[in-house]
């Protein structure tokens, strides 16, 4: 009995020859191929190094050898460097547009004003130069009645008639100046100059235009001095004591001060005396003495009005353009 309890008792250990069994040797035979496969796991690495790439890898490898990382910074180098075109070509065209703007405006302004690229302002008709100012005297006075405007604008016969010569064609910016200013002194070469009477007066746009016109006049200054009535020069009380004691010829000024020296009774007016209106002269924004809104409204309601316009219109002062 004891035997047989003992036939009967199942061992749990691990394989035991002893008890017996028998092993497959299929299965044996199939551990022992996979413990060769674990066991050259580099070696099948090294297989894999050594496969033939597909077809169609061929050509990815061979022009692709960049990392993907690098791909994608180039392709966002690319992107940035196709907005930067595109914001230049925008900038461009908002340039253009501006500038064919300013041209229109330019344009508008010339028309309104009467005065174009062709207009000669030395040889304007005294019927011509006046119709020109009364643009600018009604952009001054934009709600003046006609019977106000009729006391505002210049009288015909104060208006100086254009000269003999024919007008000529010269690459010297000043040459028509030059010459308009010499054919205007020579009458007045005997004449006998006066402390504080100068004998052309011409108006510009801004002191830094003033500079320009006294470089230009330096040689037909004629026998007195060239004065430079303008704020960045000399002081108004300084401009009155030299004006008090030296003999002009020229004097040169923006509306603004020589309508002060006027008001002052520093400059002296007679028939002989002659003034200039630079209207020829344009700045940047191709404005002029007439339609540059502060200069415009000095001339007018400064220089050709109250106590100035007494003394001008009084005195027989004659006004031409340049």
């Known amino acids: 009995m004891v035997q047989a309890a003992q036939k009967d008792t199942f061992k749990t250990g691990g394989d035991d020859l002893d008890d017996g069994l028998e092993l497959d040797p299929d299965f044996l035979a199939a551990s022992d191929e996979e413990g060769d496969s674990d066991n050259n796991g580099g070696d099948a690495e090294d297989e894999n190094e050594d496969l033939i790439p597909l077809e169609g890898e ?3 490898i061979a022009h692709s050898p960049i990392p993907e990382a690098k791909k994608r910074k180039i392709e966002d180098v690319e992107l940035d460097g196709e907005n930067d075109d595109e914001e230049a070509k925008k900038a461009e065209k908002k340039r253009r547009k501006k500038e064919k ?7 508008k302004r010339q028309t309104k004003s009467g005065i174009t690229d062709s207009t000669i302002p030395t040889h304007l008709s005294t019927e011509d130069l006046s119709n020109i100012l009364l643009v600018s005297i009604k952009e001054s006075y934009p709600s003046a009645s006609q019977v106000e405007l009729d006391d505002i604008i210049i009288p015909q016969d ?10 000529k064609k010269s690459d010297d910016p000043f040459g028509s100046l030059q010459e308009r200013i010499e054919s205007i002194l020579k009458p007045l070469e005997k004449k006998k100059i006066v402390v504080g009477q100068p004998q052309v007066i011409i108006l510009a746009l801004s002191g830094l235009r003033c500079a320009d016109v006294v470089r230009g006049v330096r040689d037909v200054k004629g026998n007195g001095e060239v004065a430079k009535l303008f704020a960045k020069h000399f002081k108004l009380a300084d401009q009155i004591k030299y004006l008090q004691q030296k003999k002009v010829s020229i004097a040169v000024g923006t509306p603004a001060r020589v309508g002060k020296l006027l008001t002052e009774g520093a ?3 007679t028939s002989d005396t002659v003034l200039l209106l ?3 002269h344009q700045d940047s924004k191709t404005r002029t003495i007439l339609n540059l809104p502060e200069v415009r409204d000095e001339l007018w309601k400064s220089v050709f009005a109250g106590q100035s316009r007494e003394t001008l219109l009084s005195g027989g002062i004659h006004i031409g353009a340049l």
């Open 58 to 60: 061929e050509d990815e």
């Open 101 to 107: 703007e300013k041209e229109r405006k330019a344009k």
């Open 158 to 167: 104060n208006l100086l008639s254009p000269p003999d010569y024919p007008p």
């Open 267 to 269: 400059i002296k007016i």
């Open 278 to 280: 630079d209207i020829g």
